[in-house]
Every structure is written in structure tokens, then in C-alpha cells.
């Protein structure tokens, strides 16, 4: 879904949520942005703002099979529900299936396991989809935010090199200021830095990919909370949690306007 005012804005921010099944806030704050910023454009000043300057593309579900397992069969399901070349085991991970370094030292090759990266970069119906429409929109993309459960981190490229990026300096800046404005809620707090050295290496991530082909300011969220319910966040976090994850949306929003980027 395309949000924002297509007279005026021209930049674009792609907002990417449900990629991993069981991470079941991700997709439920990409449905709480769509209503926020629908419900909200015209009488809040700083979301019309916003939505004067860019149009967000919003994914609120990246992986439909595998979301839809959840529900039905398997709650901690994680990668899509595609046929591997083991006839026994399902699913690629689609956050492992994007053409950046898909080949690397890290990769998983085991079909049967959570990281099944695929049998080729871009091999995953769901992953030809989103490279080929943001291949598409890429000149006015600026920015592309991934949402995911759970540890209360914000991270951003590279997750496949512990080389430093380019414009390591302004993502630290950006992911500073909006996790000051997450924090300002509700006291949660969060930790910040490149996937590689915060979590753990990944090879073909989402984020490294729109990273490479040129948006600078790609990020992930990995959302509450630190562990304790983990991946079966209770409902009643669920408002907070999109309430908080806004105002650090709405800060890095206003830092690409800001900034002109
Ligand atoms: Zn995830």
C-alpha cells in the first residue's frame, strides 16, 4: 500500500513487515501505521507533514504462506512453506534469500533448518516480488525500515561484512535520535548498530541488499520485548509497543526531510 500525498511528495520510504512468520508485531505495526497515518493525515500536524514529503510503501505481510502456518499449524513457524530439494523439509528464509554476498561463509545451506537460505539468490517467488518493485521504484526510494521480533534493537547494514559503511556516521545519528523519541514513551529501551557486530553475521539480508543497490539508509527493527514472552509477545503490549515504534518512525522521517536526503 502506497501512503502519501502524491502531489507533492517525491521521495519514498519502503516500509517492509512480516518476512519472518512467527514475529507476529511486525506485521501488526505495519496494519497500525496504514490506520495511523490515514486516520491522522490532515489533523496531526507532523503526520501530514510527513505525508506531504514522502509516500511510504508499506508491506504488511512479506511472507503469506508462512504467516498463515502460524496461525493454522505451527506458531513458531519462520521461513516461507515453498518445497526445498529435501522432500522432507519446507521453506526458505526469505530475510537470507536477497543477491548481497548470498553465497558468503555464513550462508545455510540445510533445507531443513530455520535459515534455509534458498537454492539461489532470489530464488523465492515472495523475494522476486519485492526486488523487482523496489528495482522499479528505486530512484525515489530514500529510505527501506524492516520490521522484526524480538531483543529491542535498531540495526543497519552491513550484517555480511564487519567492515564499517560509508555513511556509518549518519545511520548511528539516525537510529540515536529515534530510539530517544522510542524511549520517550514508555521508557523501553533499545541498543543500536550494524547487524554484524550487534547480532550475529547474516548473508543475504533484506536490508544489505537495498543497501548495495542504493538506499543508504536501510534499517531493521528487531521489536519488544528482550525475551521474556520473545516471539509470543502478549496482546496486550501490542498498542504500546506500535505507539512507541511511531515516534521513532516519524524521527527518522523527519531526519530524511531534514537532511534532504
Ligand atoms: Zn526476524
Not at 12 to 26: D, K, L, M, P, Q
Not at 46 to 68: A, Q, R, W
Not at 142 to 158: E, V
Request: hydrophobic residues 35%; contains cysteine.
Amino acid at each position: 500500500m502506497k501512503i502519501g500525498n502524491q502531489e507533492s511528495a517525491k521521495k519514498g520510504v519502503f516500509v517492509e513487515c512480516g518476512i519472518h512468520a512467527r514475529e507476529w508485531i511486525s506485521p501488526a505495526f505495519c496494519q497500525w501505521f496504514i490506520a495511523e497515518a490515514v486516520k491522522t493525515y490532515g489533523k496531526n500536524k507532523e503526520m501530514t507533514k510527513l505525508l506531504d514529503s514522502l509516500i511510504f510503501h508499506v508491506l504488511p505481510v512479506f511472507n503469506i504462506d508462512g504467516y498463515v502456518w502460524t496461525w493454522t499449524s505451527d506458531r513458531m513457524w519462520r521461513k516461507n512453506r515453498a518445497p526445498t530439494p529435501n522432500d522432507k523439509c519446507f521453506g526458505t528464509d526469505l530475510n537470507r534469500n536477497f543477491n548481497i554476498s548470498w553465497d558468503g561463509i555464513y550462508r545455510d545451506d540445510e533445507p531443513c533448518s530455520g535459515g534455509y537460505a534458498g537454492t539461489a539468490p532470489e530464488s523465492a517467488p515472495e523475494t522476486q516480488a519485492v526486488t523487482r518493485y523496489i528495482r522499479d521504484s528505486l530512484s525515489s526510494l530514500k529510505a527501506y525500515i524492516s520490521f522484526h521480533s524480538f531483543s529491542q534493537l535498531l540495526l543497519y547494514p552491513y550484517g555480511y561484512t564487519s567492515e564499517a559503511t560509508p555513511n556509518h556516521e549518519k545511520l548511528e545519528e539516525m537510529a540515536k535520535s529515534a530510539l530517544k523519541a522510542l524511549q520517550s514513551l514508555y521508557n523501553t529501551t533499545y541498543t543500536y548498530g550494524p547487524i554484524y557486530t550487534t547480532i550475529y553475521p547474516v548473508c543475504g539480508s533484506s536490508i544489505d541488499w537495498t543497501y548495495d543497490i542504493g538506499i543508504k539508509y536501510s534499517f531493521v527493527f528487531e521489536l519488544r520485548d528482550e525475551g521474556e514472552y520473545g516471539f509470543l509477545l502478549p496482546e496486550h503490549d501490542i498498542e504500546a509497543t506500535c505507539e512507541e515504534t511511531m515516534l521513532a518512525v516519524k524521527s527518522m522521517a523527519n531526519y530524511l526531510i531534514d537532511q534532504d536526503i
